[in-house]
T-cell receptor
């Protein structure tokens, strides 16, 4: 019954590898997000998709590429992993409201990515 | 750009006592939303409370309430009758009415002492 699920929960890999994190939501929301939480616990938006369309693309290296095959899924692919990519990555979703405003964002449990 | 500031990196409270966590923000918008999220050691991000800027009444959820001062751009969280399970990192967050992104503060680590 998990609302926003991310896989894997933990990812340990070597520098230079390519990896993907998957995210799925069963809430029927139309907007999904990726956030990065660094070692100091600071959370920052990376990407946002609304109905499979990219609407936010923060200053993120182009080694990071989000993909949304449908509005219930938003995956994050990372090429040529670097030490600085070590962080917790959170997926979230929300429902936009006609006329402005949105319901609160629901978060997945996060994926801890560790680069050796 | 909008910014959110939490000036208390750490706070502690005795079980059953009351504690207030501070948050200030900066925006040129007149309508927006503010949130408090809780992140326990399990790493989950849990919504605690939500405030809409156009509503003057302070939001309340059981033991959690906010003091929303729009003119001062202040949004503090009060936790009454603190419980051990309240121990967590608390994040203040802001979003515009378009709701396209959350801007987070740096977080406040709350310890609850038995």
């Amino acid at each position: 019954d998990t609302a926003v699920s991310q896989t894997p929960k933990y990812l340990v890999t070597q520098m230079g590898n390519d990896k993907s994190i998957k995210c799925e939501q069963n809430l029927g929301h139309d907007t999904m997000y990726w956030y990065k939480q660094d070692s100091k616990k600071f959370l920052k938006i990376m990407f946002s998709y609304n109905n499979k369309e990219l609407i936010i693309n923060e200053t993120v290296p182009n080694r990071f590429s989000p993909k949304s095959p449908d509005k219930a899924h938003l995956n994050l692919h990372i090429n040529s992993l670097e030490l600085g990519d070590s962080a917790v990555y959170f997926c979230a979703s929300s429902q936009q409201v006609l006329g402005g405003g949105s319901q609160p964002q629901h978060f997945g449990d996060g994926t801890r990515l560790s680069i050796l | 750009a909008q910014t959110v500031t939490q000036s208390q990196p750490e706070m502690s409270v005795q079980e059953a006592e009351t504690v207030t966590l501070s948050c200030t923000y900066d925006t040129s918008e007149s309508d927006y939303y503010l949130f408090w999220y809780k992140q326990p050691p399990s790493r989950q991000m849990i919504l605690v409370i939500r405030q809409e800027a156009y509503k003057q009444q302070n939001a309340t959820e059981n033991r959690f309430s906010v003091n929303f001062q729009k003119a001062a751009k202040s949004f503090s969280l009060k936790i009454s009758d603190s419980q051990l399970g309240d121990a967590a990192m608390y994040f203040c967050a802001y979003t515009e009415t378009s709701g396209s992104r959350l801007t987070f503060g740096e977080g406040t680590q709350l310890t609850v002492n038995p």
